[in-house]
């Protein structure tokens, strides 16, 4: 299984958590280079105070867990 589609993977329930707060989080690339991968936060999370740590302790956190090749994730 190549990067993205094991990004993807892992963002499912992710995903799932985020939408129950009428938010969503759509994988956009990978850097290889950089190993980061980026991300757009949508819905309730655009403009909203917790998002950075939506990004940061919940998409992060829970892809670098699965994906440990992954250094980052950053919301563009």
């Known amino acids: 299984m190549d990067m993205e589609s094991r990004i993807q993977e892992v ?10 707060d009428g938010g969503d989080v759509e994988f956009v690339s990978y850097d290889g280079l950089s190993k980061t991968v980026y991300v757009s936060l949508m819905g309730a999370c655009v403009g909203c105070p917790a998002s950075v740590m939506t990004l940061k302790m919940g998409v992060e956190r829970s892809i670098r867990q699965q994906i440990p090749e992954i250094e980052n994730v950053e919301a563009c």
Do not use: D, G, M, S
């Open 11 to 20: 963002l499912v329930p992710i995903r799932e958590a985020i939408q129950q």
